[in-house]
């Protein structure tokens, strides 16, 4: 069974398909901007000092990196393609404000993944924190 087919058979249409690809390599673009922008120092015009060739090591390791990146991207820019399949009209202004924020997405989607996982975090820590404490008063109480 191949992917499309398999998509298919939840309901999804060739259009969904491709929008959740679009919005996947459009998000992968704006991660690869934020990466040039971290690596970039636009205050001032590169000269022939400022190029330093890494080593075999480095260039493997900024290689992951990079990868990891554009890969976080995509997987945001899915996310964000999947909250809206279905729920759109089907014109070019709306396809093109939907790019364009998944680009925009793409680019803050390190940043957003560590608040998510901050936030989520928090959440269950609060909740596992009442948990215990609605425990104690409850043996307390057994014991009294």
Not at 51 to 71: E, G, Q
Request: proline residues 1%; contains cysteine.
């Amino acid at each position: 069974m191949n992917v499309v087919a398999f998509m298919e058979s939840f309901g999804f249409t060739c259009q969904d398909i491709l929008f959740l690809i679009c919005c996947s390599a459009f998000a992968a673009l704006g991660g690869i901007a934020n990466i040039c922008v971290l690596w970039t120092d636009y205050s001032k015009l590169p000269d022939e000092g400022s190029f330093v060739l890494a080593s075999l090591r480095v260039s493997h390791i900024r290689t992951f990196w990079i990868s990891v990146r554009i890969f976080l991207s995509c997987i945001v820019g899915l996310i964000f393609g999947l909250f809206l399949v279905g729920a759109l009209n089907s014109n070019s202004a709306t396809t093109a404000r939907i790019f364009a924020l998944s680009i925009l997405i793409g680019y803050a989607a390190p940043k957003l993944l560590v608040t998510q996982e901050a936030l989520i975090s928090e959440a269950v820590e609060n909740k596992l924190r009442k948990f215990f404490q609605e425990e104690n008063k409850g043996q307390s109480s057994l014991q009294s």
